[in-house]
């Protein structure tokens, strides 16, 4: 495949001869691409809709990008975040480190929280996990997949859920920032009750309430 350059409304994207995205332009802008990435700053995406996103390209929304270094949005207080926007889809990846952990609870109770509630959510069809290929303790022509990726430092977890098309890059970011709050806070709760039987259990946490304000909030998209 050769470089090509593609116009879709007010993009314009070069894709290289292995289909990712070398540079694309975008209100007298031009940002470079990182596979099938490109960070633009959130104040330059008012208004734009997911509809007018190109295909085979995804959209991080950051605070700035400065000589070539980027400032990440922020979404949630657990973990690190990193959401991605494409035409009528969201994509979450979520990571963290054991040496860089800080709380009083270790950080394997809560990416078992994480992982046992991205599961009930992915049951209920709000969201698809995305697998990891996995070689651990097989054989040496043997593989599976996991639904998170997790060494004992480092974990990475990723999934994907689908937005009305007319849905603006804005109005994603918030939804996001308010899904991963909901799940943030449940997984808080599930960590502490995990270390100390005792603790309380509010009205509003427990997993139907938790399955309501996830219905809702995709409801109100």
């Known amino acids: 495949m050769d470089k090509h350059m593609l116009s879709y409304g007010k993009f314009r994207v070069l894709f290289n001869e292995y289909g990712e995205v070398e540079k694309l332009e975008f209100r007298g802008h031009v940002f470079e691409g990182d596979g099938d990435v ?8 008012r208004r734009v809709k997911l509809s007018e996103i190109p295909q085979n390209v995804f959209i991080e929304p950051v605070l700035d990008v400065k000589n070539r270094i980027v400032y990440a949005l922020n979404y949630g207080n657990l973990f690190s975040y990193e959401v991605l926007v494409g035409r009528g889809i969201s994509i979450i990846d979520i990571m963290d480190r054991k040496k860089y952990w800080s709380r009083p609870i270790s ?6 929280a994480l992982d046992r509630v991205m599961a009930k959510l992915e049951r209920q069809g709000f969201i698809t996990r995305h697998a990891y290929v996995s070689f651990d303790d097989l054989g040496e022509d043997e593989f599976k997949l996991d639904d998170l990726y997790w060494d004992d430092d480092y974990f990475n977890m990723s999934f994907e859920y689908k937005l009305p098309l007319d849905t603006t890059v804005v109005k994603a970011v918030r939804f996001a920032r308010k899904l991963i709050g909901i799940i943030e806070d449940y997984i808080e709760y599930k960590a502490r009750r995990e270390v100390a039987w005792y603790v309380r259990s509010p009205k509003n946490m427990n997993e139907r309430a938790l399955l309501r304000k996830i219905d809702k909030l995709f409801r109100e998209i």
């Open 38 to 45: 490109v960070h633009i700053p959130i104040r330059l995406l």
């Open 107 to 112: 950080l394997d109770v809560y990416v078992s």
